[in-house]
Structures are given as C-alpha cells and as structure tokens.
DNA sequence: ATTGAAAATGTACGAGA
DNA sequence: TCTCGTACATTTTCAAT
C-alpha cells in the first residue's frame, strides 16, 4: 500500500529531478534515452500518485539570519492534548517538523532561529504555555550532513542486500 | 557575515519559488510586478551569494518503501574521531542529517529506513561500528509537520517582534 | 530593471507498437 | 497502456538600453 512499482525508468527520472528541480524535462529525457513527451506523462503519474510532492528551491537557513538549528523534544502535560497542540505548533513558523514518537518523548520538533537567544525565547515564549511538562533542547551546531533520501535500484521488490536481512 | 541585505523583492521570489521550484519565473515576475529578466537577475544573484543552494523535487519517503524515521543520538568512544565518522556515515545513503552536537550526544542524525527491523539492522551493522559508546534511537511515528522555514518579512534588520529581544 | 529577440523548453495531440 | 513525434505556446536567456 505504501508504495508502488517504480521501473527503472521511474527512479532514474527520480533520481535526476530530486537532485535538480529546474532540470529541463528536455535534458531528463537525454539522459534517459525517451523522449520528453514521455518524461512529462511519468512525471505527471508520479504526482498523481502522490510519490511527487512538489518542489521547492532550497534556502540556506542561516544565509536569511537563521544561525540556530534545534531539535527539541516535548513532554506533555496531558497526552492528549496532542492534536489541539500540533495544530498551535503549526503557527508557530520557527516549527519546521513535528513527530508523533514514543518511547523518549511525547513530541519532537525542529526549530529554526535567529540565535541561542532567540530560540530560548522561542521555547520559553510558544512552546511552554502549549502546555509542556518538560523538554529537552539539542542544539545543532553544524549541519555536516543535509540532503535528500537517495532513490536506490530497488524500492520494494528485493531486500538481497544485508539492510533487509534478518 | 551570515545573511545578507534582501530587500521586498528578494523576499517576495524566495517566497514563491520556495513553495515551487517549478514556477515559470515569468508568473513570479508577473506576481512581483517587474520583467522576467529581473527575476532571472535576482535569482542569479541569490544563487552566487549561496542564498539559494539548488532545488529538488519533494519525494514522499513512505512511497518509496521508507516507512520509518528515526533520530539517533550517537555517543563516540573516541570523540576526536568525529570527522572520520562524518565521513563513513555519508556512505550510508540512509543517513540524510547529521550534526554536531553538544550536551546531549556527540551528534545527532536522521535515518530513514524500510521499517522498524531495517533500522534496527542499520543501527547495528552500520552505525555501531562506526565507534559509538552508546546510541538513543527516537523512533518518529508520524511527521505531523514537515515543511520549509519560512521567509519572513523582515529577516535582518529588524528584531522589534518579542522574539529576538532581550 | 527594462526591453526585445533568439534559442530552448513545456505541453498537448494524434499515431503506433 | 505506454511511448513517440510533431506543433505551437511559453519560457529562458542574453544582449543593449
């Protein structure tokens, strides 16, 4: 249900625009030996299928005054309250991701901010009156690695590798 | 040092292109009210500054058979090792974030894996020999919020909101 | 930042395997 | 059903202003 049969030809068009949004179809479908008419049909089914979820051009957080990068993990004071509490985390815009976890936290979320200063204020400002119990703050100071999932050959089918094996 | 001077314009293109790197800059030119050419000018220029570092297609992880997400908290037994760790986990294409931490752990990464046994498997094969002392695994169970940070109205000179004050 | 024009691309349509 | 080839509208890109 997850996920869909994926040729070969899906995932080296994969490969080729989630590395490059303004590819050209054109240069795409070189790349892969089609034409570009085909490389427009597969790119349109892929976004059907829900595999493609737009695209974005990628903004260095820190070149727009965003130094501070934080991952901060919530403990509620009532669990419950988890939904009415994402919905208040999604106007808080320093919030760029919110997971559901068990086991450590209730929640955990990645912040952006201006500074150490300013994330404190962030979590003592917005987060607190949400209704923590507690949290705990992990400050990230580099980046050293940031990128997107890779598409591998195969997505479903095989597991021969040792990652799949018991 | 680390942001520049975006003025109404800039902010206006990083807004839409942000939300769609597919968006034909004559539309953004249209919507700025100013030529095509000086979209293309301006994007040239946030490009050079490392404003913007590239584009890419937004794939759903789950559709492609990565049903799980997971934060790991890693502790090195040789902590001066780090960089020769950074290195080995940017051959584990699983690994799509790593950093630098303190406090909490030595640093900090995001995995995507097949399922919760691939992980496990990731964890053991791959990261533990890496050197670690000791690892969290924060199992995320829903991404409830997973989007860009985004680009305010005013993103360097001004600090007059209640965030960035003292 | 604008204009204008040439080159390249995006997209739709019909045909064929 | 999927791919291709063509045709046309649009965009990209670059000059000079």
Same mark, same amino acid.
């Given at each position: 249900m997850a996920n869909h049969r994926l040729d070969a030809l899906d995932r080296k068009i994969l490969k080729l625009i989630s590395a #490059?949004?303004?590819?050209p179809f054109l240069e795409v479908a070189r790349a892969c030996n089609v034409s570009g008419a085909a490389i427009h049909q597969r790119i349109q089914k892929l976004t059907s299928l829900g595999i493609l979820k737009g695209s974005q051009f990628i903004i260095d957080p820190e070149k727009v005054g965003y130094e501070t990068c934080a991952y901060v993990g919530l403990y509620l004071?009532?669990?419950?309250e988890f939904d009415a509490v994402v919905e208040k985390l999604k106007a808080?815009?320093?919030?760029?991701e919110c997971h559901y976890t068990t086991?450590?936290?209730d929640m955990f979320i990645k912040i952006y901010s201006r500074n150490n200063h300013h994330l404190l204020n962030i979590i003592h #400002?917005?987060?607190?009156?949400?209704?923590?119990s507690r949290s705990e703050t992990i400050v990230s100071f580099n980046a050293v690695i940031d990128r997107q999932l890779p598409i591998f050959d195969n997505t479903d089918e095989e597991e021969d590798e040792d990652d799949g094996e018991d």
């Amino acid at each position: 249900m997850a996920n869909h049969r994926l040729d070969a030809l899906d995932r080296k068009i994969l490969k080729l625009i989630s590395a #490059d949004a303004r590819i050209p179809f054109l240069e795409v479908a070189r790349a892969c030996n089609v034409s570009g008419a085909a490389i427009h049909q597969r790119i349109q089914k892929l976004t059907s299928l829900g595999i493609l979820k737009g695209s974005q051009f990628i903004i260095d957080p820190e070149k727009v005054g965003y130094e501070t990068c934080a991952y901060v993990g919530l403990y509620l004071k009532d669990p419950s309250e988890f939904d009415a509490v994402v919905e208040k985390l999604k106007a808080i815009p320093e919030v760029t991701e919110c997971h559901y976890t068990t086991g450590g936290y209730d929640m955990f979320i990645k912040i952006y901010s201006r500074n150490n200063h300013h994330l404190l204020n962030i979590i003592h #400002d917005k987060l607190q009156p949400l209704g923590l119990s507690r949290s705990e703050t992990i400050v990230s100071f580099n980046a050293v690695i940031d990128r997107q999932l890779p598409i591998f050959d195969n997505t479903d089918e095989e597991e021969d590798e040792d990652d799949g094996e018991d």
